[in-house]
């Protein structure tokens, strides 16, 4: 079973950049596709961007569009996303979760999540 652990996190000011990791234990994600999710206080978990386990074919979704980059690394078992151009918005907590089977934009499609990273963006 693969556990993940999302780091990078922290305040930053509107059109700054932040770049979170989610690293991977107890098993690889090499095999697995990864995507990124985010939650605000009293709002549902959302799609951030996924990626295939080779990382050739990437998701995003519109609101993050041309600002973050989702990327993998397998050799080190770790999974990024470069955030940019950051807004007021973005602000919430971002969470990493594998996929056995699919480049999944909905959170039931994923079977193993970290516990989450808060990022906070001061306009």
């Known amino acids: 079973q693969v556990q993940l652990v999302e780091s990078g996190g922290g305040l930053v000011q509107a059109g700054g950049s932040l770049r979170l990791s989610c690293a991977a234990s107890?098993?690889?994600?090499?095999?697995?596709?990864m995507g990124w999710f985010r939650q605000a206080p009293g709002k549902e978990r959302e799609f951030v961007a996924a990626?295939?386990?080779?990382?050739?074919?990437?998701i995003y979704a519109d609101s993050v569009k041309g600002r973050f980059t989702i990327s993998r690394d397998n050799a080190v078992n770790t999974l990024y996303l470069q955030m940019n151009s950051l807004k007021p918005e973005d602000t919430s907590t971002y969470y990493c979760?594998?996929?056995?089977?699919?480049?999944?934009?909905?959170?039931?499609?994923?079977?193993?999540w970290g516990q989450g990273t808060q990022v906070t963006v001061s306009s």
């Open positions: 107890g098993g690889t994600i090499s095999g697995y596709y």
């Open positions: 979760g594998a996929s056995g089977d699919r480049l999944g934009r909905r959170t039931y499609e994923y079977a193993y």
């Open positions: 990626i295939t386990w080779s990382g050739g074919t990437t």
